[in-house]
């Protein structure tokens, strides 16, 4: 069974340039959530979709960033401007359903912004 | 938010030790996920937990989760090198009801074994 993929695994662009990051869940998977992992510390949950819809997106910074699942399957995360902050591991991950079942994330795309 | 705090925050062991870390919480926890990441990649789930007092094996690994629920603990018997990696607690905490709240992780615990 495949894993989750997502591209590109590197990225480095600069300061208030746009940036769009892609994820294809394990098939099947229902759940999907974008987590913004910061060096030295572990992932933290921007979005969640169920299906298409949005379940929780309240630590997403709405301004600047914006997420999408529109047939349900893959999800596209967008970062319009990019600021220096931004520069994290930006992790894609899937569970079988939505509540406390495991989740599966993929290799993480690295964003460096200067 | 709800915080985990995992212990310790880095080991360094010689290979064929026997390794151990938790996580705790000040409130009660759902499910508890053990996950390792090696450099470069994403995390892997190695073992889930769905109910209090459940003690799960993996090969070399095995966790628990604490009949009170609000802790867990790895253990790694006969640490090799390719044990090394950051590992990480993560868990779902109670939220009332059939409520659940989103996966938090802890801080991680950084793992060198010495040939």
């Known amino acids: 069974e495949a894993g989750v993929a997502q591209s590109p695994r590197y990225k480095i662009i600069e300061k208030r340039q746009s940036v769009a990051f892609w994820c294809n869940p394990i098939s099947g998977h229902a759940t999907l959530y974008w987590y913004q992992q910061i060096l030295g510390q572990g992932p933290k949950l921007l979005i969640q979709?169920?299906?298409?819809?949005?379940?929780?997106d309240s630590q997403l910074p709405k301004d600047r960033f914006s997420a999408e699942r529109l047939k349900g399957v893959d999800s596209t995360l967008k970062i319009q401007p990019a600021k220096l902050e931004d520069s994290a591991v930006y992790l894609c991950?899937?569970?079988?359903?939505?509540?406390?079942?495991?989740?599966?994330f993929g290799p993480g795309t690295r964003l460096l912004v200067l | 938010g709800q915080q985990l705090n995992q212990s310790p925050q880095s080991m360094f062991i010689q290979e064929g030790e026997d390794v151990s870390m938790n996580c705790t919480s000040s409130?009660?926890?759902?499910?508890w996920l053990w996950y390792k990441q090696d450099p470069g990649e994403g995390p892997v789930l190695l073992i889930a937990l769905y109910k209090a007092g459940e003690l799960t094996s993996n090969g070399r690994l095995t966790a628990q989760f604490g009949i009170t629920r609000k802790d867990s603990f790895l253990n790694i018997s006969a640490s090799i090198p390719s044990d090394v990696g950051i590992y990480f607690c993560?868990?779902?905490?109670?939220?009332?009801?059939?409520?659940?709240?989103?996966?938090?992780f802890g801080q991680g615990t950084i793992l060198t074994v010495h040939p």
């Open positions: 979709f169920q299906n298409n819809g949005v379940v929780d």
């Open positions: 409130s009660i926890f759902n499910t």
């Open positions: 991950a899937s569970s079988l359903e939505a509540g406390t079942r495991a989740q599966y």
């Open positions: 993560a868990g779902h905490p109670f939220a009332g009801g059939t409520s659940y709240g989103k996966l938090t």
